[in-house]
């Protein structure tokens, strides 16, 4: 059995966003989960269309996911070089080789003579299919244009009748009838390839077995198969996907600069929770486990878990599926990743930054409580900063509590803590909690009369992450009494 052998193939023509992504993650599954190589070639033969900075977002996206090359620019192998725009002079002497063995042709038509064929077709709405002109020129007219210098491109000589037949992984068997084929262009005047053709001969050179693509370029996959034909070389597996799309009606586009790798991972979500879920956007496992990593999908994997229908990027369900990563993300990962984040919330608000066991508990109190990373400083703010609030929270049915109760709750705990100098000095939840409950029996309240004030006045919210004494040993002793101090002036005014 052949080596298995994929590629993920990009154009530097726009910013790589999920989708490209996606194409590289299945490309990298399908050669791992065979014992086989992931290469990374780079198509950069439009050059008219090169935008600066592409290539890097697709060199650091697949670094920082883990999809490793085994093959490609700066990890050099058999068959490079990997980047398309140095391997000009193969393209030219394969070119060559189809016009001999009459697959293909010279072309010597103007740009003008183009143009005005071009302009033709768009009249009579049937788009644009070379005229075939230049296809059955005499040898000697050919020769005395080359030995002349007059520009040329070679084109593809497509069979005119009879029809052409292959199967797709995903979509099976297409069947295209040879005289829709347009006589494409294989390699251009200044000497590059097209894509259609520098992508079936590096595929060859590489031995790639398995393409993966968008299925935009299904059609063109017969015209592909003709010249994997007429070289006498073996057609690859191709495994064509549905699109991701951003809404019903939208794809995703590099033109339009959607959703990047990097976009994501700025808001807050985690490189391992967006591969996983990337992964399912058009594949699905044979059973109900959503969450893998990527050793584990390289053994999951299957060409026949692809979908043939296009997937909506759902920002939500990765929203949850970022969440329950951070939960089950073992402690000290999380503190390494989220420890500056939460310090920078003191820094900002100016305020004393927590010595760093609080900014540890900070950082554990959030951690099963958000979805992204980025969601942190809103949550945290009000232990930097006491937000403003309205004397309306003090007032809770089910824990009985109302103003006046709230503000004699308050009062007494103050009391408590300024006349017990051992709770400040053992200042932590467990004991202020115990201790508060022998405040709540002394005064005959029940001890939601004395927790839920005192969780108003620390927090200032309706809902916080940690209960109130857990919020009391955070902000330590002396914010706690300001923060009692500040709700009993509120209540008392
Ligand atoms: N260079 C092509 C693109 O970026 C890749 C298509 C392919 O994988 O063959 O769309």
């Not at 700066?74 to 725009?85: M, V």
């Not at 709405?125 to 007219?141: A, E």
């Not at 052409?164 to 995903?170: K, R």
């Not at 990027?313 to 984040?341: A, C, H, P, Q, V």
Request: aromatic letters at 10%; glycine letters at 6%; proline letters at 4%.
């Amino acid at each position: 059995m052949k080596k298995t052998r994929t590629r993920f193939a990009p154009s530097p023509t726009g910013y790589m966003h999920i989708g490209n992504l996606r194409t590289a993650l299945y490309e990298y599954l399908i050669a791992k989960s065979n014992g086989g190589d992931f290469l990374l070639r780079i198509e950069d033969t439009d050059q008219e269309r090169y935008v600066e900075g592409a290539l890097d977002v697709v060199f650091n996206t697949l670094k920082a996911t883990g999809i490793e090359y085994d093959e490609g620019p700066g990890k050099e192998g058999d068959c490079g070089p990997y980047i398309q725009s140095q391997r000009r002079d193969i393209y030219k002497k394969y070119a060559e080789m189809l016009v001999e063995k009459g697959a293909a042709y010279y072309c010597f038509c103007t740009k003008e003579r183009l143009e005005s064929l071009k302009t033709s077709d768009e009249a009579l709405g049937t788009g644009f299919n070379y005229d075939r002109h230049c296809r059955d020129l005499p040898k000697d007219v050919i020769a005395a244009n080359l030995a002349a210098g007059i520009p040329y491109v070679i084109r593809q000589k497509m069979p005119l009748s009879g029809t052409t037949t292959f199967t797709d992984a995903v979509y099976g068997d297409i069947t295209v009838e040879n005289k829709t084929l347009d006589d494409q262009v294989l390699l251009k005047s200044d000497g590059l390839p097209t894509y259609n053709f520098a992508n079936v001969v590096d595929d060859h050179l590489m031995g790639i077995t398995h393409v993966v693509r968008g299925n935009e370029y299904l059609s063109s996959t017969p015209k592909y198969n003709l010249l994997y034909e007429a070289f006498g070389w073996e057609i690859p597996t191709y495994v064509h996907c549905a699109p991701i799309m951003k809404d019903e009606h939208h794809k995703l586009s590099k033109r339009n600069g959607d959703a990047s790798f990097f976009d994501l991972v700025a808001k807050g979500y985690l490189p391992e929770a967006i591969l996983n879920y990337i992964c399912l956007l058009g594949w699905s496992p044979s059973g109900n486990e959503e969450f893998y990593t990527l050793k584990e999908l390289e053994n999951v994997f299957s060409i026949s878990g692809i979908s043939k229908s296009p997937a909506i990027f759902d920002i939500e369900k990765l929203t949850w599926m970022n969440g329950e990563y951070i939960k089950r993300m073992d402690d000290e990962k999380f503190l390494s990743m989220t420890l500056d984040t939460v310090k920078k919330v003191f820094e900002d608000a100016n305020v004393a930054v927590p010595d760093s066991d609080i900014l540890k508990k900070i950082a554990l109190l959030v951690k099963t409580r958000i979805n992204t990373l980025a969601e942190i400083p809103e949550k945290i703010g009000f232990l930097a900063v006491l937000p403003d609030y309205d004397n309306e929270l003090y007032v809770h049915k089910k824990m009985k509590t109302d103003r006046e109760i709230s503000l004699q709750s308050l009062k007494v705990t103050e009391e408590a803590f300024e006349a017990s100098p051992s709770v400040k000095d053992n200042w932590n939840s467990q004991a202020i909690y115990e201790f508060l409950i022998g405040v709540a029996e002394k005064n005959e309240l029940k001890n939601s009369q004395i927790l839920w004030p005192l969780r108003t006045a620390v927090s200032g919210l309706p809902a916080t992450p940690g209960g109130a004494t857990e919020l009391a040993e955070i902000l330590g002793y002396d914010e706690t009494m300001r923060r009692i101090k500040d709700g009993i002036k509120r209540l008392t005014n």
